[in-house]
């Protein structure tokens, strides 16, 4: 696979939703036509940018100097950074501060950062005057390749997370490539982990691909434009057979029902960000899948080889304070994964693996063989 790409090219990619469909537009250095942009979308509407602290201070002034170009009407609302914004009383905030903007019905939030802010402002734009439109502005690389696309949009509840939200997609996404220069690099290895989930999930030459390129798109060469691109085709691909999650959309859940117990175990902290959980939980599926003799053992060895390659973790043992106790044992990981909101009355479903590239939903696993397979990994024997 070649990357037919200048450096001045940007990548458009369709999200084919109807009415609701939306361009995702990807480049290096596209902030500076943020404003033009809209005013071909939207003539005449205010905005109001939802932003964190620490995109703040290295994109904000830019992202207002290319509305102003374009004779756009903007105000700011900048919330703390971290999952804590997800919440009730980042919302009121959020919402508060976007109906002292007047922010109507025919004007635009944009959201201008990760995944918090995209979810926070993307929620608050869903219920303001009954909704409002927005555009996604995503900076971080799990932004730019999963939660910018597809339109789930929520906060956190105290009992769990994104547990309050709504379907709301966005109008039009722009992700500069070039903001994630400043992305701190834990954070961008972390966001690796979905963009490598669409090469195990669907798309084996991706995935050979990545394995040759990996590194470009972390110095920030063309691979990285073609690395983001490739994985909003596939989400977008997805989403646009499945929006509201009845079917194949699930499939973006390789990793994660494992990986959402390890981030809960962990107190959803510094310990173990998001991404990170996601690594460990595909090496898991896999590993589980090998175990039920859906996959072969070299299969999943390759795909832990390639996420260990990248510095990502990929067993239970590189998780900080990592113990039996720290963690929990087996039993406590099944309690988690059973409070998994993608948990049906009870029932297990897994996204399991018959080879690299190719994903399956199965419905009904017995509990007793995860219960099983955990107990091994917990211990280290395997
Ligand atoms: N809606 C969806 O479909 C979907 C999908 C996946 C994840 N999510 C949500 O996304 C969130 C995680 O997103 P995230 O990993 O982007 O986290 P995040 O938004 O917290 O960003 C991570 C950190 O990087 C900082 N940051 C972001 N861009 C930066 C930049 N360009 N330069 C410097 N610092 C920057 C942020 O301030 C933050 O400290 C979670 O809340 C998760 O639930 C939503
Ligand atoms: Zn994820």
């Known amino acids: 696979m070649t990357v037919p790409l200048k450096h001045s090219d940007s990548i458009t990619v369709d999200v084919a939703l109807g009415e609701r469909a939306y361009d995702i537009v990807i480049g290096r250095d596209l902030l500076g036509s943020l404003g033009a942009r809209i005013a071909a979308l939207r003539p005449g509407a205010r905005t109001a940018i939802v932003t964190d602290r620490n995109v703040a201070k290295h994109w904000l002034d830019k992202t207002e100097a290319s509305l102003a170009q374009a004779g756009i009407a903007t105000s700011r609302i900048v919330v703390e950074e971290g999952e804590g914004s997800k919440s009730y009383a980042g919302l009121e905030r959020v919402s508060e501060a976007l109906i002292a903007a007047k922010i109507e019905r025919n004007d635009l939030v944009i959201a201008l950062g990760g995944g918090v802010v995209g979810d926070l402002a993307g929620f608050a734009a869903a219920i303001l005057r009954r909704g409002v439109d927005f555009v996604q502005v995503p900076t971080s690389l799990l932004a730019q390749v999963d939660s910018s696309v597809g339109g789930k949009t929520g906060i956190n509840s105290p009992q769990g997370k994104n547990l309050v939200g709504a379907f709301h997609q966005p109008v039009l996404v722009i992700a500069d490539t070039s903001a994630l220069d400043t992305l701190p690099p834990r954070q961008f290895r972390a966001g690796y982990a979905e963009v490598a989930k669409y090469g195990?999930?669907?798309?084996?030459?991706?995935?050979?691909?990545?394995?040759?390129?990996?590194?470009?798109?972390?110095?920030?060469?063309?691979?990285?434009?073609?690395?983001?691109?490739?994985?909003?085709?596939?989400?977008?691909?997805?989403?646009?057979?499945?929006?509201?999650?009845?079917?194949?959309?699930?499939?973006?859940?390789?990793?994660?029902?494992?990986?959402?117990?390890?981030?809960?175990?962990?107190?959803?902290?510094?310990?173990?960000?998001?991404?990170?959980?996601?690594?460990?939980?595909?090496?898991?599926?896999?590993?589980?899948?090998?175990?039920?003799?859906?996959?072969?053992?070299?299969?999943a060895e390759r795909i832990a080889r390639h996420l260990a390659e990248v510095g990502l973790p990929t067993h239970l043992g590189e998780i900080a304070g990592f113990t039996q106790e720290g963690l929990g044992d087996a039993d406590r990981l099944m309690a988690l994964m059973a409070q998994d909101k993608k948990v049906r009355r009870g029932r297990l479903t897994f996204i399991l693996l018959e080879a690299v590239g190719r994903a399956v939903i199965t419905r009904d696993v017995e509990p007793a063989l995860v219960r099983d397979f955990l107990k091994l990994k917990l211990a280290g024997r395997a």
């Open 200 to 299: 195990v999930l669907g798309d084996e030459t991706f995935f050979a691909w990545l394995e040759a390129n990996h590194a470009g798109i972390f110095t920030g060469g063309m691979a990285r434009e073609h690395a983001i691109a490739t994985s909003c085709r596939a989400k977008a691909a997805i989403v646009a057979r499945d929006e509201r999650e009845t079917g194949d959309r699930a499939l973006l859940n390789l990793g994660h029902t494992f990986g959402h117990a390890l981030e809960a175990a962990t107190g959803f902290s510094e310990r173990l960000f998001h991404g990170e959980g996601v690594a460990v939980g595909m090496v898991l599926a896999a590993e589980f899948s090998a175990s039920l003799g859906m996959i072969a053992q070299a299969d």
